[in-house]
């Protein structure tokens, strides 16, 4: 074998390999959808999302395609007596601290709430950890192509906030299907952004994506970890509890009031994701927050917001709800203090239940002849 024939097949090799990366660059939604989930094992019953890998078989990823693949809503095709139902939020609906089977949807479909004479109601944790209303509007478009039939959309005021558009990672990596929804629904969001500025043409190489890529095999691997243990998030056996003695602090995002500006907000944001799919209705939800009873709690509420700040925006959410004739349920102050564990909108499992027999029974008002 002489030095020649080594060269050429080098070059061949190279060649091959780098035709291969660019290549790539064909598909623009990368290699996501590709999944042992629901094949192999089981899908999760909540998006993926963690920090702790090494204990909780989990980790947090952008790609959309992946993160769906690997849910059990990508299980199995729509039956014709079905009855989907989404729910939306941040990472109260997704379960901080709670299994799978605590959560809101997870509560809902083991209840008498499940189902009536002729449908059956199949309730999917779609919330995902960080507050943002336009994350939340990503999910929801993305989660269009399996087909719902109710949308739970659970908010709170920490969702508004212009400045925190943008700010969740889940947005910024889905750089270009965020500035489509600006685009479409015109909204007042910078698509210049720095935060989402789209990736190099290298970027979009197998190379360019290895990252991605290694991400996409660690979650299978911790698939067969997660369908033997059940384990996807880590549970302590102390944590720090939610603050109940409170600062005097009496501002908001820099503001003392005492009306919150409507400008400050996003409520585009909200219409869009209430609005944005005619022929699915959307309920939408005031998520419970603490309500303390300590020091400084004729000024705060809580850690989260100042009396003035919350009250001036569940006002304006009933304003805009009656004046856009929103389906809106205010349940604020629905979970007593005791059922919060680590911060103000995350809640024990039996906060959790109260919350799911109030939802339920507004399903099943609102859907079943009975």
């Known amino acids: 074998m002489n030095s020649h024939f080594l060269l050429r097949v080098l070059i061949k090799g190279v060649s091959l390999f780098l035709i291969i990366n660019f290549l790539v660059i064909l598909l623009p939604e990368g290699f996501g959808g590709l999944s042992l989930y629901n094949w192999v094992f089981e899908g999760r019953q909540r998006l993926p999302f963690g920090e702790d890998s090494e204990h909780s078989y989990n980790l947090s990823l952008y790609d959309l395609d992946a993160m769906f693949a690997s849910h059990e809503i990508n299980a199995t095709t729509k039956k014709d007596d079905d009855f989907r139902v989404f729910i939306v939020g941040d990472s109260s609906v997704w379960g901080t601290l709670l299994t799978p089977e605590e959560t809101l949807a997870g509560l809902l479909n083991e209840s008498d709430f499940s189902h009536c004479e002729d449908l059956d109601f199949e309730f999917y944790n779609l919330g995902y ?183 001036s925006w569940r006002q304006l959410m009933v304003e805009k709800s009656k004046e856009k004739q929103w389906n809106y349920l205010d349940l604020w102050n629905l979970v007593p203090v005791d059922e919060f564990t680590n911060s103000a909108i995350h809640l024990t499992p039996e906060g959790e239940a109260l919350l799911a027999n109030r939802i339920g029974q507004t399903v099943i008002d609102s859907y079943c002849d009975r």
Do not use: C, H
């Open 129 to 311: 950890p960080t507050i943002s209303l336009t994350k939340d509007l990503l999910v929801m478009d993305y989660a269009l192509q399996y087909e719902p039939d109710l949308i739970i959309w659970l908010v709170t005021l920490d969702a508004f906030p212009k400045e925190k558009q943008l700010s969740s990672p889940i947005v910024g990596n889905n750089s270009e299907r965020v500035k489509r929804l600006i685009e479409k629904y015109n909204l007042p969001l910078d698509s210049s952004d720095p935060v989402l500025m789209e990736g190099s043409l290298w970027d979009k190489t197998l190379l360019g994506r290895r990252r991605s890529l290694a991400d996409l095999v660690r979650l299978q691997i911790f698939g067969i970890l997660w369908s033997a243990t059940g384990i996807d998030q880590t549970y302590p056996e102390d944590y720090l509890r939610a603050q109940t003695d409170l600062s005097a602090d009496n501002l908001y995002q820099g503001s003392e009031g005492p009306i919150l500006d409507e400008q400050f907000l996003s409520f585009e944001v909200l219409t869009a994701g209430m609005e944005f799919a005619e022929d699915i209705p959307v309920l939408l939800v005031n998520e419970p927050i603490l309500i303390s009873k300590g020091e400084n709690s004729d000024v705060r509420y809580n850690f989260l917001y100042p009396i003035w700040a919350y009250d």
